[in-house]
Nanobody, 122 residues
């Protein structure tokens, strides 16, 4: 059974930083894709950042480019989202995702974490 377990969310002031972690078990994503999505109340789940080893491709949403960094530690089967210069509009539930290929749409991902809340106060 594949599981993705997130940690690292919380409450932070605007301008602060958080690092989200996603620990995978049941399979490895070292040759696949990992990603982070977020969903605010009343809004659709949006893609924040993805990394595909197979396609040698990293994507960032324009809204987070230059502030967020996606990374992975294949030895630990864990991947991360470093979030700097956080803004109130970054407030959302953040989900990690894994797949063989992934993509920018949530429908393209097979495995999901349970979500972790990030709240940025002004």
């Amino acid at each position: 059974q594949v599981q993705l377990v997130e940690s690292g969310g919380g409450l932070v002031q605007a301008g602060g930083s958080l690092r989200l972690s996603c620990a995978a078990s049941g399979r490895t994503f070292s040759s696949g894709a990992v990603g982070w999505f977020r969903q605010a109340p009343g809004k659709e789940r949006e893609c924040v950042a993805t990394n595909s080893w197979r396609l040698s491709y990293t994507y960032y949403a324009d809204s987070v480019k230059g502030r967020f960094t996606i990374s992975r530690d294949n030895a630990k089967n864990t991947f991360y989202l470093q979030m700097n210069s956080l803004k109130p509009e970054d407030t959302a539930t953040y989900y990690c995702a894994g797949d063989d290929y992934g993509g920018r749409s949530a429908y393209e991902w097979h495995y999901w974490g349970q979500g972790t809340q990030v709240t940025v106060s002004s």
